[in-house]
């Protein structure tokens, strides 16, 4: 158990629609990564929160948003969702933004686009 | 732009046998570097990391890698592999100090262990 906790583990829904994806971190850790995994694409990184403000995007679509709250969860918003955007979501935290630090990956949400 | 090559897609072992996995990188500057494996339905954890020191990292499992800078190289071994290692493993640079510390992953090399 990797102390980060995804909710929810599964979730189909019908393209078009949104869906929201949520991410405890690790106790103290301030910094939420998100990462999509599909087989087509592999393990991409989406965005970075550092306490509570955007630090860092990769490959994620104007469709997707994320936020960090105060309490430091965090959360990735999918709208009009399309069949290729049916993949394995991930979170994961770090302690800080170092390069080194280790990030703690949770179980991942498993995003399924009828 | 950094990017991380995992040669392998799959690789089978048997049981006891010795493992490397290979990994090659590209990376302008000094990289932090990762293996990660996730099992079947789970979630990634980090087996090992490298970011200074030591070229040879110990990590857990029984899993060590050696970091190779005239070669970009990180790869994965293990003596001898048991056959709860099946899995897929992945390794990944830090695509930057500071502020950005997002990790750039290879395709990843799935294990297969015979008994």
């Known amino acids: 158990d990797s102390g980060v906790t995804q909710t929810p583990k599964h979730l189909i829904t019908a393209t078009g629609q949104r869906v929201t994806l949520r991410c405890s971190p690790r106790?103290?850790?301030?910094?939420v990564y998100w990462y999509q995994q599909s087989l087509d694409q592999g393990l991409q990184f989406l965005i970075q929160y550092y306490n509570g403000e955007e630090r860092a995007k990769g490959n994620i679509l104007e469709r997707f948003s994320a936020q960090q709250f105060p309490d430091l969860h965090s959360e990735l918003n999918l709208s009009s969702l399309e069949l290729g955007d049916s993949a394995l979501y991930f979170c994961?935290?770090?302690?800080?933004?170092?390069?080194?630090?280790?990030?703690?990956f949770g179980p991942g949400t498993r995003l399924t686009v009828l | 732009a950094q990017s991380v090559t995992q040669p392998d897609i799959h690789i089978t072992v048997s049981e006891g046998a010795s493992l490397e996995l290979r990994c090659n990188y590209s990376?302008?500057?000094?990289?932090?570097l990762f293996w990660y494996v996730q099992s079947p339905g789970q979630g990634l954890q980090l087996l090992l990391k490298y970011f200074s020191g030591d070229t040879l990292v110990q990590g857990i499992k029984g899993f060590e890698a050696e970091f190779k800078r005239s070669q970009s190289s990180f790869n994965l071994r293990k003596p001898s592999v048991h056959w709860s290692d099946a899995a897929e493993y992945f390794c990944a640079v830090g695509a930057g100090g500071g502020s950005q510390g997002n990790l750039i992953f290879g395709k990843g090399t799935k294990l297969s262990v015979k008994p």
């Open positions: 994961a935290s770090s302690v800080n933004l170092a390069g080194e630090d280790t990030q703690y």
């Open positions: 990376y302008g500057a000094t990289p932090y």
């Open positions: 106790s103290g850790d301030l910094s």
